[in-house]
């Protein structure tokens, strides 16, 4: 009986100790439930106080900004942030000749050769955005060097229309300043070039380039091939219709091109343009004793053709490139202590030129130029100067190292013969380097 009570009273005492030690179990989960909540609904409060945050800032109205601008320009990225960017375009030239100057053939200053040593040449600053919906605009000013002065020289200041400004599909509008589509170089900046400097053509007849100021129209066909017709009206002080310090003359131009793709690593392109206008004794040349009164036509054909062995054109090009052109002039040089020359003539010049690409930094290349001088044309009082039937030509090779886009040495030899009896052997090294927003070349 003892026995029987003591066993009772050991389970009284474990039923009871069990029933206590689950009772703290339950209180301390009790807790933790407590406290899960209390950080759950902490966190909601936090979450629904941002929330509230960010709907009052959708709903605020944007600022105004201080300066004018059109209400539907986007204020909430950076699409119509100008580009900014910077090429350094300098060289070291050494020279065989003292001089080297076309013989009876008035030239600009972008011409002539280059000065000799060291030299910055052509440093580009460029600007541009698109200005809304409908326009692009773009400012390319460049420090170049004249005579050993540095001057700053608005290259481009023009606009142009988007696909969004209601014209018909394919029709561009361009107005202002700008490297018009004329031949194959004149659209392209200088430092994009294959060589260090441009060809004969080029220097004699346009000054290195036109970039008169005025309006152009383009149109790209809706056809398979590529093509594209374009015309446009110009100021007319440029040279060759003179210089900026003669009266005004207009000028006009008309182009047209085709081009397509030969398989997948083959392409070409060709085209021909006109530019014609007249100059009413406006100044031709760097000798302010030289002038011109007339009409001036000048018609250029160009041909373009690239082959990528390997089927990338980054690894491996082949690039075939000419351009023919014919300049007719119907007036009167007039030479201050000389006599007027009459002129009824026409004057051709045409290059040549093959670059390859035979490793991915490295290129070489070849071209040739010529000048074939009609000789009653001579702007020079001296009669035995216009008689001496000579027609200039040059010859250029170069090879190149591109690191990146951004960066290119240039190492190049010429051998010019511009006038009877004078050669110049050049060596010129040359280095171009972009710095900040660099746009893509055009083709």
């Known amino acids: 009986?003892?026995?029987?009570?003591?066993?009772?009273?050991?389970?009284?005492?474990?039923?009871?100790?069990?029933?206590?030690?689950?009772?703290?179990?339950?209180?301390?989960?009790?807790?933790?439930?407590?406290?899960?909540?209390a950080l759950k609904q902490g966190y909601e409060g936090r979450i629904a106080t941002l929330e509230s945050k960010l709907e009052q800032m959708g709903s605020t109205p944007a600022a105004k900004p201080s300066t004018p601008a059109?209400?539907?320009?986007?204020?909430?990225?950076?699409?119509?942030?100008?580009?900014?960017?910077?090429?350094?375009?300098?060289?070291?030239?050494?020279?065989?000749?003292?001089?080297?100057?076309?013989?009876?053939?008035?030239?600009?200053?972008?011409?002539?050769?280059?000065?000799?040593?060291?030299?910055?040449?052509?440093?580009?600053?460029?600007?541009?955005?698109?200005v809304d919906d409908k326009f692009y605009a773009s400012v390319t000013a460049a420090l170049v060097e004249h005579d050993g002065e540095n001057e700053v020289e608005t290259e481009e200041a023009y606009f142009q229309t988007l696909p969004g400004a209601g014209l018909p599909d394919g029709m561009t509008i361009k107005a202002g300043r700008a490297f018009w589509t004329l031949g194959y170089m004149n659209e392209h900046h200088m430092h994009a070039d294959d060589f260090a400097d441009r060809p004969l053509p080029y220097r004699v007849f346009l000054n290195g380039k036109y970039n008169d100021d005025g309006v152009e129209v383009s149109y790209v066909l809706p056809t398979d091939l590529y093509a594209e017709i374009g015309t446009g009206y110009f100021r007319g002080d440029a040279f060759p219709f003179g210089g900026a310090d003669g009266p005004s003359n207009s000028a006009w131009s008309a182009y047209g091109r085709l081009g397509g793709d030969i398989g997948d690593n083959q392409s070409?392109?060709?085209?021909?343009?006109?530019?014609?206008?007249?100059?009413?004794?406006?100044?031709?040349?760097?000798?302010?004793?030289?002038?011109?009164?007339?009409?001036v036509d000048i018609f250029i054909t160009d041909i373009r053709y690239t082959w990528a062995p390997t089927g990338n054109p980054r690894e491996q090009e082949l690039t075939l490139q000419a351009e023919f052109f014919e300049k007719e002039e119907d007036g009167t040089y007039e030479i201050f202590g000389g006599f007027p020359t009459l002129v009824d003539d026409s004057s051709d010049s045409w290059y040549a030129q093959a670059v390859y690409k035979f490793a991915p930094q490295w290129r070489v290349g070849l071209r040739y130029s010529?000048?074939?001088?009609?000789?009653?044309?001579?702007?020079?009082?001296?009669?035995?100067?216009?008689?001496?039937?000579?027609?200039?030509?040059?010859?250029?090779?170069?090879?190149?190292?591109?690191?990146?886009?951004?960066?290119?040495?240039?190492?190049?030899y010429n051998e010019e013969k511009l006038a009877a009896g004078q050669e110049d052997e050049q060596v010129i090294l040359q280095y171009v380097m972009s710095i900040g927003a660099h746009g893509a070349h055009k083709y």
């Open 268 to 295: 070409w392109r060709i085209g021909v343009s006109q530019l014609s206008g007249q100059s009413d004794a406006g100044r031709v040349s760097n000798d302010d004793d030289i002038f011109y009164i007339g009409d």
């Open 1 to 37: 009986m003892h026995h029987t009570k003591l066993i009772a009273s050991a389970a009284l005492i474990a039923l009871f100790s069990g029933s206590t030690s689950l009772a703290a179990n339950e209180q301390d989960m009790d807790a933790l439930r407590a406290e899960i909540q």
């Open 370 to 412: 010529e000048l074939d001088v009609t000789h009653a044309e001579v702007a020079s009082a001296d009669p035995a100067n216009r008689e001496a039937g000579y027609d200039p030509e040059a010859v250029a090779v170069m090879l190149d190292w591109t690191n990146s886009e951004f960066s290119r040495l240039r190492l190049q």
């Open 70 to 130: 059109t209400d539907r320009r986007s204020v909430r990225n950076n699409s119509f942030n100008p580009s900014i960017g910077v090429v350094l375009n300098g060289r070291h030239s050494k020279f065989s000749a003292d001089e080297s100057e076309f013989e009876g053939v008035a030239v600009g200053h972008e011409g002539e050769r280059h000065a000799e040593g060291f030299s910055s040449n052509h440093t580009e600053m460029n600007f541009s955005s698109n």
